[in-house]
Structure formats: structure tokens, C-alpha cells
């Protein structure tokens, strides 16, 4: 999976980006060079970031202009064992909170954040769901 960022200038050695800090220190990025982010989320699944202008670059005219979308580009639903520890270091690095951590009708806590055109919601099981591991 590859998620496109806005292309805004990211300074590297003072202050991570928000791809960097968000998902550490349980995910460090296992490709951090510049234009490419990439964080190994499991034995068979990465998780790739790339500039507009990179993917724009790599794939031609066979996609459609990045920089030219309009609306939510993505959503990223990590179920994590600390879903407000995640949301705090998404805002930190800059993201907008779209809404705080709160219980869900499906059975997840959520909160919801908005980096570079994207949402990345953060989730994990309600403590009253927990006990619901059975059929009713």
C-alpha cells in the first residue's frame, strides 16, 4: 500500500515528519530516505509513503494528477494497543485532529486525525468489548 503526501518541504534533521514520529517506537520506519518512507506493519505488508510529485513521477500519465485531487485521499485504520498515545503523536507532528478518541458503535475506541490530506484513525478494542470474545 502506497499513500501519497502532499509534497510540502519536510526538514529531515530537526523535527521528524509525521510519518516518522506517528508510528514509533513499535513501527521505525525500515526505508527513511528522502522522497520514500516505508514501515514494515507485518511479515507480509508495508506500508509505503511517497511525495505527490515522486509518485507522479514514477507512474507518468498512467495516473491521474495527485496534486489535482480534491477530498480525502485515504484512510489508514490502525488498531493499536494504545490508540491515544498514537492520536497525541499525530497531532504533535503536525496533524489535525478531525475528532477525539471515543467509543464507536462497532465495538472500537477511535480517534481521528488528518496529516497531508489523509485520515489515520487509531483504534483499539472498547474495555467493555473486551470480555466479548464469544457468540451472543
Given at each position: 500500500?502506497?499513500?501519497?503526501?502532499?509534497?510540502?518541504?519536510?526538514?529531515?534533521?530537526?523535527?521528524?515528519?509525521?510519518?516518522?514520529?506517528?508510528?514509533?517506537?513499535?513501527?521505525?520506519?525500515s526505508l527513511d530516505v528522502p522522497g520514500m518512507t516505508e514501515f514494515r506493519l507485518s511479515a507480509a505488508c508495508v506500508l509505503g509513503l511517497m511525495p505527490e510529485a515522486g509518485i507522479k513521477r514514477l507512474l507518468g500519465s498512467?495516473?491521474?494528477?495527485?496534486?489535482?485531487?480534491?477530498?480525502?485521499?485515504?484512510?489508514?485504520?490502525?488498531?493499536?494497543?494504545?490508540?491515544?498515545?498514537?492520536?497525541?503523536?499525530?497531532?504533535?507532528?503536525?496533524?489535525?485532529?478531525?475528532?477525539?478518541?471515543?467509543?464507536?458503535?462497532?465495538?472500537?475506541?477511535?480517534?481521528?486525525?488528518?496529516?497531508?490530506?489523509?485520515?489515520?484513525?487509531?483504534?483499539?478494542?472498547?474495555?467493555?468489548?473486551?470480555?466479548?470474545?464469544?457468540?451472543?
Open positions: 500500500m502506497f499513500l501519497t503526501a502532499r509534497d510540502k518541504p519536510i526538514d529531515r534533521q530537526s523535527r521528524p515528519g509525521p510519518q516518522r514520529g506517528v508510528l514509533r517506537p513499535h513501527c521505525a520506519p498512467r495516473l491521474p494528477d495527485p496534486a489535482q485531487a480534491a477530498g480525502i485521499r485515504a484512510e489508514l485504520y490502525l488498531r493499536v494497543a494504545n490508540a491515544l498515545e498514537y492520536h497525541r503523536r499525530a497531532l504533535e507532528a503536525g496533524a489535525i485532529e478531525l475528532s477525539e478518541p471515543r467509543d464507536r458503535d462497532w465495538g472500537d475506541r477511535v480517534a481521528y486525525a488528518g496529516p497531508d490530506g489523509h485520515v489515520l484513525a487509531f483504534a483499539e478494542k472498547q474495555v467493555a468489548n473486551l470480555a466479548d470474545t464469544g457468540p451472543e
